[in-house]
């Protein structure tokens, strides 16, 4: 499985858009740590998730 992101990278997850834009934490294996705005954090088994990278997002 090819991931990407790295550490740092914005993401959202298009099946819970309401979990707002996350921060990507760390990623080990096939499981991405990401801070999400409206919903905290959350390990995302990228296999079962496809997590959408957000380019030049503004913070």
């Avoid at 499981?31 to 990278?53: D, Q």
């Amino acid at each position: 499985m090819l991931i990407d992101f790295e550490p740092g990278d914005y993401v959202k997850n298009p099946t819970n858009l309401d979990w707002g834009t996350g921060q990507v934490q760390s990623i080990i294996g096939n499981k991405v740590t990401v801070n999400f705005e409206h919903f905290g954090k959350r390990v995302i088994n990228v296999e079962i998730v496809k997590l959408e990278k957000i380019e030049n997002e503004k913070r």
